[in-house]
């Protein structure tokens, strides 16, 4: 029993007018005929009652119908679905991060995009976090978790994620830096002072820096990354300022203490950042899409 034959069937079981159903077809009435026939021998009943003038369900004809609707209605929801799956995006995504967003920020954004697209492969790249957006600009990932730098040029596409505070740290453990900070008032040129090389936090630095009017700082290093800042400041040798989203998620934060009272620090926008040029690619554009 084939789908066709099915369908003439419904066709006909609606228009009860052999002529206008075969016309549908495409065919001539007299084979339309011999359809229904064959069909009838399979049912093993007649289904219609026919004459020159008439054409007329029987009992058995009305529950055929019905029969003949659900399976070309399942037919359709079955074509359908592999269509849907034939047309699932594959292929992979690059995406660049700190090892901090790795764990603070991205998972929840790829939990939503992979039960979407599971098919898509995701290609995960970790750094500084200030390199983010060099990378997106040489084109080596697709998109990057990086900091909004204010002067974003137009080239650039960024979708807004969270806002980040940032906090200026010092050791725990008993040191020099400790004695340091414990005298008052603080003499911040002599404090060996830890930054990142580059980036949003040095900025913010900068800015905070010469607002307390205290000559050129004592820079004892800098690093790259927030994470390896971090580090250095729980091993003794200076403080810093970073995100304090990168405090929490550091196996040391407990080797390390906030500073209060020493100024306010502007945070900054952590997004998801794009070239304008790629961002309606099937993939990019997707990944917005899930995320909101």
């Known amino acids: 029993m084939d789908l066709k034959s099915l369908a003439m069937f419904q066709h006909l079981a609606q228009s009860l007018h052999f002529g206008k159903s075969a016309q549908v077809f495409h065919i001539s009435p007299s084979t339309l005929s011999r359809a229904i026939q064959r069909l009838e021998q399979q049912v093993g009943t007649d289904l219609l009652l026919r004459d020159n003038r008439s054409v007329v ?18 037919w359709q929801v079955f074509k359908h679905s592999l269509e849907h799956q034939i047309q699932a995006l594959t292929g992979k995504l690059r ?42 600009s040489q084109q080596a990932v697709d998109f990057a978790i990086a900091a909004d730098p204010e002067n974003l040029p137009r080239s650039y596409y960024f979708h807004p994620l969270a806002t980040v505070p940032l906090a200026v740290i010092a050791p725990t453990m008993l040191c020099t830096v ?5 005298q008052q008032p603080l003499k911040w040129s002599e404090i060996p002072i830890i930054l990142p090389e580059h980036g949003p936090a040095r900025k913010r630095f900068d800015y ?10 004592n820079i004892y290093a800098t690093v790259s990354g ?18 304090q989203v990168v405090v ?25 950042c794009c070239l304008n040029q790629f961002r309606q ?12």
């Open 208 to 217: 905070w820096y010469r607002k307390k009017q205290q000559g050129k700082p």
């Open 226 to 243: 927030h994470e390896a800042l971090v580090s250095m400041v729980a091993l003794g040798c200076g403080v810093g300022i970073v995100p």
């Open 178 to 182: 400790q004695q340091q900070l414990q």
């Open 95 to 136: 995406i660049y991060c700190s090892v901090t967003a790795a764990y603070s920020h991205l998972p929840p954004l790829l939990e939503r995009f992979r039960q979407q697209h599971p098919k898509v492969e995701i290609m995960l790249t970790t750094g500084d976090a200030s390199d983010a957006l060099e990378q997106v």
């Open 248 to 272: 929490e998620n550091s196996p040391v934060k407990e080797r390390v203490q906030y500073l209060s009272d020493v100024g306010e620090i502007e945070p900054f926008e952590l997004g998801i």
């Open 57 to 74: 369900l029987t009992d058995a004809g009305k529950k055929f119908k019905t029969y003949a609707d659900q399976q070309l209605e399942q």
């Open 281 to 292: 690619q099937p993939l990019i554009k997707a990944f917005f899409e899930a995320i909101g």
